[in-house]
């Protein structure tokens, strides 16, 4: 049995990847049968309170609730994997969580090559497209001088 224990930069990097892709385009990579686990935490639903800042980095204050799945689970080789999604997708929460537990176990850079790096490349492609969006509507202003102001 060979773990691997991953930066901790390095896994909430996954996580937060993983929490973040779409779950049908997950489901894609990772179809079933799905790795043998023992379930610690069934997937349930919940809600936590998301925070924000006034212009990033005034005061905290509490913005809303958010709707979040959480799943904890351990594969046969020992490895334990949790996760945490927006929503409430069961079985998004459950393949993020199974790869959670691949990316720590002897199958990590397979998992990395099949899955986290086709979901990276994906998301980088989806922020562009956003990007170029949101630059499409940007309206510069100016101020004119008037003879008079002179």
Excluded at 117 to 135: C, G, S, V
């Amino acid at each position: 049995m060979s773990m691997t224990t991953p930066d901790p930069s390095q896994r909430q990097e996954w996580m937060g990847l993983l929490a973040r892709a779409p779950a049908g385009r997950l489901a894609a990579l990772m179809p079933s049968p799905l790795p043998p686990h023992d379930v610690l935490r069934a997937p349930e639903v919940g809600a936590v309170m998301v925070r924000g800042r006034t212009g990033a980095t005034g005061a905290p204050f509490n913005l809303g609730e958010m709707t979040v799945t959480r799943c904890s689970l351990r594969l046969a080789d020992g490895s334990v994997g949790h996760a945490w999604v927006q929503g409430r997708d069961k079985d998004h929460a459950r393949r993020a969580a199974i790869a959670d537990a691949l990316l720590q176990g002897p199958l990590a850079a397979q998992t990395r090559a099949n899955l986290l790096d086709p979901l990276a490349a994906e998301e980088t492609t989806r922020r562009a497209t956003r990007a170029a969006k949101a630059a499409a509507t940007k309206v510069e202003f100016f101020t004119l001088v008037r003879g008079e102001d002179q």
